[in-house]
């Protein structure tokens, strides 16, 4: 399985980005999909995840009501779609995926995608 990640750049503090990620190879097994981020001089943080199915979502309880998480079967893609963003969201994104009953540990990682705010 690989991931592409995608949707990066720089924004100033209020604005929105969405981020992609598609999934290719053997996708039949993929059970969760998820973002994850790392700011400088800190660890990796877990943003969103969602269910293949697209049935369940979870979130960063930091995060609930500004980014949203969303997927199109039909394109094998993950969407996360950033709103209102601060300064203090930028980072590293990247997408995972995981074949388990339940997320986590991951699987599989793509590349990572720099989010940069502006103030």
């Known amino acids: 399985v690989q991931l592409q990640a995608s949707g990066g750049g720089l924004v100033q503090a209020g604005g929105s980005l969405r981020l992609s990620c598609a999934a290719s190879?053997?996708?039949?097994?993929?059970?969760?999909m998820g973002w994850f981020r790392q700011a400088p001089g800190k660890e990796r943080e877990f943003v969103a995840s969602?269910?293949?199915?697209?049935?369940?979502?979870f979130y960063a309880d930091s995060l609930k009501g500004r980014f949203s998480i969303s997927r199109d079967n039909a394109k094998n893609t993950v969407y996360l779609q950033m709103n209102s963003l601060k300064p203090e969201d930028t980072a590293v994104y990247s997408c995972?995926?995981?074949?388990?009953?339940?997320?986590?540990?991951?699987?599989?990682w793509g590349q990572g995608t720099q989010v940069t705010v502006s103030s």
């Open positions: 190879g053997r996708t039949s097994r993929l059970r969760f």
């Open positions: 969602i269910s293949w199915s697209g049935s369940s979502t």
């Open positions: 995972a995926a995981d074949s388990g009953s339940i997320p986590g540990p991951w699987d599989y």
